[in-house]
């Protein structure tokens, strides 16, 4: 069972839950800190304990003088990282005591990570509905925009993580590329297969085509012109980047994706040339009601072909 931390989910974000040595070289708790946060300043840091701000399991405050061995595990809120707002806004397609469904624009990612702490999806949402224990389902990639499911209490949320674990949801993708000179779309409808990998470090996911299999994805095309291509994409499994990974395969690399084919390094966000790959619609049976579920994203890829 996790452990509960007794400080109150604060402008939307929890606490931080830190082990501490119940032994060592550390004559205090504050000693142990001041080491292994370096690079903090050890006096602002040992001035947290005198406010009262970082506390026992039971929620009461520590002094910087606490012994090791005392408390094997602390709370305290991070400071925030300095951020500048992301001018996106996500909107709220579906609200029930147990579900909430968002259509997550391009740019915001799905959790806090990096520089992005109140310019997530999940952050935003929690003050938004003043629900402290909002929890994603699933994830979208911060250049993927689309559907994104959160559970809105802990009682019902294991039915609905159990669901994608089980890939009893159906999600469909829209992508837009730019059309190869070889473009054959006679080719489609097609499945793609590969295996993909995520190694700890790494940005991209690595393809090892002598492996099994572990990713798969219908591909269909929409649309084309004379400059690009819209395809209609059905994952079977979820790996990290696979949609962009397999159009990339293809022939077909998304468009204004800059990790594949090719890793283009870190660029500023460029609002007007988002990745052309949208999370379009989900489909499930909802485990609490049997009720037949589907949601439809209300955005659409800039960089499609006009509609004949």
Do not use: C
């Not at 931390?5 to 060592?24: C, E, I, K, Q, Y």
């Not at 026992?56 to 400071?79: H, N, Q, S």
């Not at 393809?207 to 299999?213: G, H, L």
């Not at 998304?254 to 084919?261: A, G, K, R, S, V």
Request: charged share 25%; glycine share 6%; no cysteine.
């Amino acid at each position: 069972m996790a452990m509960a931390s007794p400080l109150p989910v604060r402008d939307g974000v929890g606490a931080t839950r830190l082990h501490v040595p119940m032994s060592g070289e550390w004559p205090t708790v504050g000693a142990y800190m001041i080491e292994r946060f370096f690079h903090l300043d050890p006096e602002g840091l040992l001035a947290r304990f005198d406010r009262g701000e970082i506390v026992a399991r039971d929620g009461r405050p520590l002094a910087r003088d606490t012994p090791l061995g005392v408390e094997e595990f602390i709370w305290y809120y991070r400071d925030p990282p300095a951020e500048t707002y992301l001018p996106v806004e996500l909107e709220v397609l579906h609200q029930d005591d147990d579900l909430v469904v968002i259509d997550k624009p391009h740019f915001l990612p799905t959790t806090p990570g990096g520089k992005f702490l109140q310019n997530s999806a999940l952050i935003r949402l929690r003050n938004l509905l003043d629900n402290p224990e909002l929890v994603p389902i699933h994830r979208l990639d911060r250049a993927t925009a689309g559907l994104l499911m959160f559970s809105a209490r802990p009682q019902s949320r294991g039915p609905y993580q159990f669901m994608f674990e089980s890939r009893q949801v159906q999600k469909v993708y829209e992508a837009v590329s730019a059309r190869p000179a070889d473009w054959d779309a006679s080719r489609f409808p097609l499945v793609y297969r590969n295996h993909i990998s995520k190694l700890r470090g790494e940005l991209k996911v690595r393809v090892d085509d002598e492996r099994e299999p572990n990713a798969e994805t219908l591909i269909e095309v929409l649309d084309d012109d004379s400059h690009v291509v819209h395809t209609l994409l059905r994952p079977h499994s979820g790996k990290m980047h696979q949609l962009r990974v397999h159009l990339a395969a293809l022939g077909l690399a998304i468009l204004h994706d800059p990790f594949y084919p090719e890793l283009r390094g870190e660029v500023p966000d460029d609002f007007d040339r988002p990745l052309q790959l949208l999370a379009r619609e989900l489909h499930f049976t909802d485990p609490l009601s049997g009720e037949a579920r589907v949601f439809t994203s209300g955005r659409t890829l800039r960089y499609a072909p006009p509609a004949r």
